[in-house]
């Protein structure tokens, strides 16, 4: 069974940095898509950034330049690292797996192509 946990968020100021972890248990597919959401207060849930098998990856317009996702071949762990953060930036942040498959496609950010979801962890930006 696929268990995603998040953590490494927390409380920084505008133009600092944070990076997210997502350890994957459970997950022995050799293809995924496997991507960082977000979702703030009274706002729906968006996506950040997704990266694949192929080491495809795709970045939300707002923050291209700024997060850089990441996942090595021999950890199952997927990385948001997140710079130059920004008030607008806060939010809680899932990580989500879409295992097996072809990777990812250009519906990267749609929530309901994702099976598996972290149970989130905040990140709060202060300017």
């Known amino acids: 069974q696929v268990h995603l946990v998040e953590s490494g968020g927390g409380s920084a100021q505008a133009g600092g940095s944070l990076r997210l972890s997502c350890e994957m248990s459970?997950?022995?597919?050799?293809?995924?898509?496997v991507g960082w959401f977000r979702q703030a207060p009274g706002k729906e849930r968006e996506g950040v950034a997704a990266i694949d098998h192929h080491k495809w990856t795709r970045y939300a317009e707002d923050v291209k330049g700024r997060f850089t996702i990441s996942k090595e071949y021999f950890e199952d762990i997927l990385y948001l690292h997140m710079n130059t953060l920004r008030p607008e930036d806060t939010a809680t942040y899932y990580c989500?797996?879409?295992?097996?498959?072809?990777?990812?496609?250009?519906?990267?950010?749609?929530?309901?192509?994702?099976?598996?979801w972290g149970q989130g962890t905040q990140v709060t930006v202060a300017s």
């Open positions: 459970g997950y022995p597919y050799s293809k995924y898509c």
């Open positions: 989500a797996a879409d295992p097996g498959g072809s990777g990812c496609t250009s519906a990267w950010a749609v929530t309901m192509g994702y099976s598996h």
